[in-house]
């Protein structure tokens, strides 16, 4: 699944190279949500892949990533 459209939300999938995946919901209306998966997916990649004490299936606990999901969760 990619993206689910109804008259209420929209469902957006972003499957990784890496086999992660990145799901969003949004109200209908709104757009960007590709690029927004994209953008979370790099902001994962820099703040959690690349912290060498981060497990893979815990909790990310970085006040960069943090803020980084933030700012453009803002943006959108």
Known sequence: IEQIET?????YCFHTMTGIKFIAIADSKQQNLENFLRKSYEIYADYALKNPFYLIDQ???SDLFDSNMQLI????
């Not at 008259?7 to 469902?11: E, I, T, W």
């Not at 969760?73 to 959108?76: D, Y």
């Open 59 to 61: 909790p990310i606990r």
């Open 7 to 11: 008259d209420l939300y929209k469902l």
């Open 73 to 76: 969760a803002e943006n959108i």
